[in-house]
């Protein structure tokens, strides 16, 4: 990656794909419970509004990150007494 206007230019415009990505994807997450009692007909999804389904989104992806990092770590002997005891 060599400093310039190009590398400038590349990331203003990656910047805001992510950034209009981002709020389209925010933006379903509000009207989905709205969404779903209108279509269902069901009211029971009031208390899910879109800062609810955003935070359970959170705590999904962090919980998924979590498990695979320990499943990853799992593959690695953490063992040190084999590398201390190496002659």
């Known amino acids: 990656v060599r400093p310039g206007a190009t590398t400038r230019d590349y990331i203003t415009r990656v910047l805001e794909r992510l950034s209009l990505l981002g709020s389209v994807f925010l933006g379903l997450l509000a009207l989905t419970p709205t969404a779903v009692e209108g279509i269902t007909g069901l009211t ?22 979590k498990v695979r990092s320990e499943l990853t770590m799992q593959r690695y002997d953490t063992s040190f007494d084999d590398f201390y005891n190496k002659k």
């Open 44 to 65: 029971t999804f009031r208390g899910f509004a879109g800062t609810s389904l955003l935070i359970l989104v959170g705590v999904a992806t962090d919980t998924t990150r």
